[in-house]
C-alpha cells in the first residue's frame, strides 16, 4: 500500500514519483513514456513532456499502480503449467540444415507406441486435473522431431483423450495425406506447418529430407487444402538465407489465402542454427518490411494476414495478460506455463532443451511431476529474470522483450543470464509496436477479437 508520500508525489524521477523512461519509437511528434518495473507506457506529444514529468499522469499513475504490479507479477509468476509439447517420436523423415535436435536421434531414435503415448496422456491428464481448475482444458502439442512419424499412437491418443485436451501437431506436412488432413480437422485438432520460402529453390536447400530432397510443391498443396481451417497456421524460420524473402512470403501467404504465419528468426540452439543465423539490422529491415506489406494488402483487400510472434508482442504492450505466447516475457513460458516431453518419457523445461541430458528433470513413467517441475533445471528456467541480465535489468522495455531465448542463449553463452543474440532486433520489433500503436494500426496485425480478450485499466484521456 502507498503511504502518504508516494500518494503525494507530484514529480516523476524525485522522491517517490515513479521512474519514468522517455523511449523515442520513430515516429514524427510522440514519444513514449515507460515506467519499465510495470510495464505502464503512454505515448504523448513532444510538446507534452513537462505534463508527462509533474502533471495529471503522475497522480493517474500512482493511484493505478499496485493493479499494474499485481497483474505483471501474476502474468511473469503467478501462472501454471496448462500446455506440453508433446514428442511422440525423435524421429524425422526430414534432415533440416537448422534443426535444434540432434542428427543421431532423428535418425535412431525411439517412436511411442500406443500403449506408450496413451499411458503418458492418462499421466498428463491427471497432474492437470489436480491442477487446473475443472472448466479449464489443457492443451497437448504433438512437435517435433516429425510427429506424423508416429502417426498410430498419435491419432489413438487423440481418439482416445479428444474430450480431455485440446490437441495441435507441428508437421513438416510431407506425410499429411487426405485421410491424415480428414482426420486431424475431424477432431478439431490444431495443425501447422513450416515453409521457408516462396520458391521452391531456397525453400527446399533450408528444408530437406535425408537424400537431400525438398517438399516445396507436396508442402504447398498441403497447405491450399487446410487454408479454409480456422486452427492453422505456418511456420516460417527466418535465416540468413531466406531473411530476404519475407516480404515476399507476405505476399505469397496473402495469395494464397493464408491467415496466421509465424516468421521466427532461427535459434542458435546448435551449430546449424547459429550458422544461419541473420545479421540483426538484416532481420530488422525484413521483418519490417514484411509487417508494412501486411499493413499495405490489409488496407487494400481487407484481408488480414497475422503474423502471430509480432501480434504476440503488439498485444503484450496494448494488454499484457492477453498474451497468446510466453517467450517475450521473463521468467519465459518453459517450466512455467508449459514444459517438454521426449519419446523416451523425459520431461524438459521447453522443446529447445530436449538432446541436452543436463536440462532433463525427470521421467513421466517413472517421477512425479510436482518434483520433476521443482528439480534444478526447472528451477534455473522459471526463476531466470531480466532483472539479473545486463544490460536487460535497465532496459525500459525489458518486459516486453523477456531476452529470449534462455535455450540459445545458454548455448551461446554458456549461461542463461546473458542477453539475447537477437538484442537489437527485438528492440526494433517493440518500437514498430509502438509506431502502430501511435498510429492507430492495431485491429490490422492482430487476431480477430483480440480486443475482447484485454480489459482496459487505464486511459490517459
Known amino acids: 500500500m502507498c503511504d502518504e508520500n508516494q500518494l503525494q508525489a507530484k514529480y516523476a524521477n524525485t522522491g517517490y514519483g515513479p521512474q519514468f523512461v522517455f523511449l523515442d519509437i520513430g515516429l514524427p511528434g510522440k514519444i513514449a513514456v515507460v515506467e519499465p518495473n510495470v510495464a505502464f507506457w503512454a505515448l504523448v506529444d513532444h510538446d507534452a513532456v513537462q505534463d508527462a514529468l509533474a502533471g495529471p499522469l503522475i497522480a493517474d499513475f500512482q493511484r493505478k499502480a499496485e493493479d499494474f504490479k499485481r497483474e505483471m507479477d501474476y502474468l511473469r509468476f503467478g501462472l501454471k503449467p496448462s500446455a506440453v509439447y508433446f514428442n511422440p517420436t525423435e524421429l524425422c523423415n526430414f534432415n533440416c540444415t537448422y534443426c535444434y535436435l540432434p542428427e543421431k536421434m532423428r535418425r535412431n531414435g525411439k517412436t511411442m507406441t500406443v500403449r506408450e503415448l496413451c499411458d503418458a496422456l492418462e499421466h498428463l491428464y491427471s497432474y492437470f486435473h489436480r491442477t487446473l481448475p475443472d472448466d479449464s482444458k489443457p492443451q497437448i502439442i504433438f512437435h ?271 549461461t542463461v543470464n546473458a542477453p539475447s543474440p537477437y538484442c537489437k532486433f527485438y528492440e526494433e520489433q517493440v518500437r514498430y509496436a509502438f509506431r502502430v500503436i501511435g498510429q492507430g494500426r492495431e485491429d490490422a496485425y492482430m487476431w480477430d477479437g483480440w480486443r475482447e480478450d484485454t480489459e482496459e485499466t487505464f486511459n490517459l484521456n
Not at 485436451?165 to 490444431?190: K, M, P, R, W, Y
Not at 505476399?251 to 550458422?275: A, I, S
Not at 526447472?378 to 532483472?387: D, L, M, N, P
Open 144 to 414: 517435433g522431431s516429425e510427429p506424423m512419424m508416429a502417426r498410430e499412437s498419435m491419432f489413438a491418443g487423440i481418439e482416445k483423450f479428444h474430450d480431455k485436451f485440446h490437441f495441435g501437431v507441428q508437421t513438416n506436412a510431407s506425410l499429411l495425406d487426405d485421410e491424415a488432413i480428414s482426420f486431424l480437422t475431424g477432431h478439431n485438432v490444431g495443425i501447422g506447418i513450416s515453409l521457408d520460402a516462396p520458391e521452391a529453390a531456397i525453400a527446399n536447400n533450408l528444408r530437406k529430407n535425408w537424400h537431400g530432397k525438398g517438399a516445396f510443391d507436396s508442402v504447398v498443396k498441403i497447405m491450399d487444402k487446410l487454408v479454409t481451417y480456422p486452427a492453422f497456421n505456418v511456420i516460417t524460420t527466418a535465416t540468413s538465407m531466406n531473411v530476404h524473402t519475407l516480404p515476399q512470403m507476405v505476399d505469397f501467404y496473402h495469395d494464397h489465402g493464408v491467415k496466421t504465419v509465424m516468421f521466427n528468426p532461427v535459434r542458435c540452439t546448435r551449430e546449424g542454427g547459429k550458422k544461419l543465423k541473420p545479421h540483426n539490422n538484416t532481420m530488422t529491415e525484413y521483418f519490417c518490411k514484411a509487417l508494412e506489406r501486411t499493413y499495405e494488402l490489409y488496407s487494400k483487400t481487407n484481408q488480414k494476414l497475422v503474423i502471430a510472434n509480432f501480434a504476440n508482442v503488439l498485444m503484450g504492450i496494448a494488454g499484457p495478460t492477453g498474451r497468446r505466447l510466453m517467450c517475450d516475457i521473463s521468467p519465459c513460458g518453459g517450466g512455467r506455463c508449459f514444459f517438454a516431453l521426449s519419446a523416451l518419457g523425459g520431461v524438459f523445461p521447453c522443446s529447445e532443451f530436449i538432446g541436452f541430458p543436463e536440462y532433463h528433470g525427470g521421467n513421466l513413467f517413472q517421477d512425479d511431476l510436482d518434483v520433476i517441475l521443482k528439480t534444478k533445471p526447472f528451477q534455473e528456467i522459471t526463476t531466470r529474470t531480466v532483472e539479473n541480465i545486463e544490460p536487460c535489468a535497465t532496459c525500459a522495455i525489458r518486459h516486453f522483450c523477456g531476452a529470449p531465448c534462455p535455450a540459445e542463449i545458454k548455448m551461446l553463452s554458456g
